[in-house]
Nanobody, 122 residues
Framework: VQLQASGGGLVQAGGSLRLSCAAS????????MAWFRQAPGKEREFVAV????????VYADSVKGRFTISRDNAKNTVYLQMNSLKPEDTAVYYC????????????????WGQGTQVTVSS
């Protein structure tokens, strides 16, 4: 499956952004979908994940209550709504897909998008 992330940009602290990740090539509903991020000089970290149906979600503690992951299987797209953004949210955000059960472990994801830059100014 091919993944194309979009929606990043520059926003002030306290603002909002919505990231999108469009999938093509395979049956989207077969894949658990996740968002990860990587800040300069840091390792890639888990942000959020949703099951194939979208019925269940898991969030990193650092974003819980501020970010919401959702998916529209009819549109082959997963979203990440980011509210109350903080400067420490600045990173390249990646969407990822895997067959089977959802997981927070990056190494288990089979497919990755190209990343979209999110910059939060203070």
């Amino acid at each position: 499956v091919q993944l194309q992330a979009s929606g990043g940009g520059l926003v002030q602290a306290g603002g909002s952004l919505r990231l999108s990740c469009a999938a093509s090539g395979r049956t989207f509903s077969n894949y658990a979908m996740a968002w990860f991020r990587q800040a300069p000089g840091k390792e890639r970290e888990f942000v959020a994940v949703t099951t194939r149906s979208g019925a269940s979600t898991v969030y990193a503690d650092s974003v819980k209550g501020r970010f919401t992951i959702s998916r529209d299987n009819a549109k082959n797209t997963v979203y990440l709504q980011m509210n109350s953004l903080k400067p420490e949210d600045t990173a390249v955000y990646y969407c990822a897909a895997k067959t089977g059960l959802m997981t927070i472990r990056a190494k288990e994801y089979e497919y990755w998008g190209q990343g979209t830059q999110v910059t939060v100014s203070s």
